[in-house]
């Protein structure tokens, strides 16, 4: 559910941007849509009819057709990290069911995509220096970025022409309305020991997110609650650890990241490990994987709190490792390749417990 809000309209966006871009002329979009006090969605917009064109709203179809643009870079991110990854859409399933619209994308490029919360769309194409930037843009109901999907030099152009042709909306006005999300009902107080009970029962990874339904546990409040038993608290700057170490040691990790409507994954080794930091006192800090077909790009300075995490299957105990923002929100997981019916990788499992554990002990296998 959503609750629209009262917005500026189209002209005051633009004239509003314009004097953003005078003053900082090299400024990225998201950030002059929080100068500006609207979303990224909405300056997009105020581009319709000269560099961008509203798409419409069938996600279904455009998602299957994705496979005909060849190689791409396909970008998801979130407020405080970046997963970008250069490859094909080789394979696009949409499914609805339990009340769930969904579609998975495998390949080079994989996601989990979730389309309720999709919004808005657009074909876009902009002239940055020597260089044109093709592209599809898509937005959820506040208007924040879900994904972006850029041509590389070797994309079917032709294919992204006809795609646009065939998706182009009737209705290419300015003006885009957007609306908040109602806020997510969690329980008051927790019943520890049935969680703790269902969570000792789970037989998959992917049971984690419907036994948190079914409690109406706030994801950071059940690991929270779990500290000493499934999960354990460590030093959230060691996400370069993580990093560093799989490189050194050529370990496939998976990397999820996304937002509300898009969870991009990584699924193979990471090389090329570089730490950033900007500013008079260096206090932002970029951790950065740049690989050829593969870049991450993580603000370390807005990570919290960072936590071990256990889950029981079949197969094994999985252990992961989450970040989490000042909000309790999930901002990225790392875990070790995996794939159902094979036990978690001994390497991943040492280089976890290498990790500077916080006060509070480490969990027993």
Request: aromatic share 8%; proline share 4%; with cysteine.
């Amino acid at each position: 559910m959503s609750t629209v809000t009262e917005t500026k309209s189209a002209i005051e966006i633009k004239k509003a941007w314009q004097q953003v871009q005078e003053k900082s002329p090299n400024i990225r979009i998201r950030e002059a849509a929080k100068a500006v006090d609207a979303s990224e969605a909405q300056l997009l917009a105020t581009m319709v009819g000269e560099e961008a064109i509203k798409l419409k709203p069938e996600w279904d179809a455009i998602l299957e057709r994705l496979p005909e643009l060849g190689r791409v870079m396909s970008l998801t991110r979130n407020d405080t990290c970046i997963l970008e990854h250069k490859g094909a859409f080789e394979k696009v399933n949409v499914f609805k069911r339990k009340g769930h619209h969904m579609a998975t994308v495998l390949g080079p490029i994989e996601t989990r995509v979730f389309l309720k919360s999709w919004h808005a769309g657009f074909a876009v194409k902009q002239q940055k220096g020597d260089r044109l930037l093709t592209s599809l843009q898509f937005f959820d109901h506040e208007g924040q970025a879900i994904t972006k999907i850029y041509l590389e030099k070797d994309s079917n152009v032709e294919a992204y022409e006809n795609l646009v042709k065939d998706f182009t909306a009737e209705e290419q006005s300015q003006e885009l309305e957007v609306s908040t999300y109602e806020p997510e009902e969690y329980a008051l107080q927790l019943n520890s020991e049935a969680l703790l009970q269902d969570w000792a029962n789970l037989k998959d990874t992917h049971d984690f997110f419907p036994m948190l339904k079914n409690h109406k546990a706030h994801r950071h409040d059940a690991v929270s609650l779990a500290n000493g038993r499934f999960t354990y608290q460590v030093d959230p700057n060691c996400v370069q650890q993580i990093l560093e170490e799989a490189s050194k040691q050529k370990l496939p990790i998976m990397i999820f990241a996304g937002n509300k409507g898009n969870l991009q994954i990584h699924q193979s080794t990471v090389r090329t490990i570089r730490l950033l930091e900007r500013g008079h006192d260096k206090k932002e800090r970029w951790i950065n994987v740049l690989d050829p077909n593969f870049n991450l790009h993580l603000k370390m300075d807005l990570l919290h709190d960072a936590w071990v995490v256990k889950k029981p299957t079949k197969d094994g105990v999985v252990t992961s490792v989450e970040f989490y923002d000042a909000n309790k929100d999930l901002v990225v997981q790392f875990f070790g390749l995996r794939k159902p019916g094979i036990p978690q990788n001994e390497d991943w499992m040492e280089l976890v417990a290498k990790l500077p554990a916080l006060e509070g002990g480490l969990v027993e296998n």
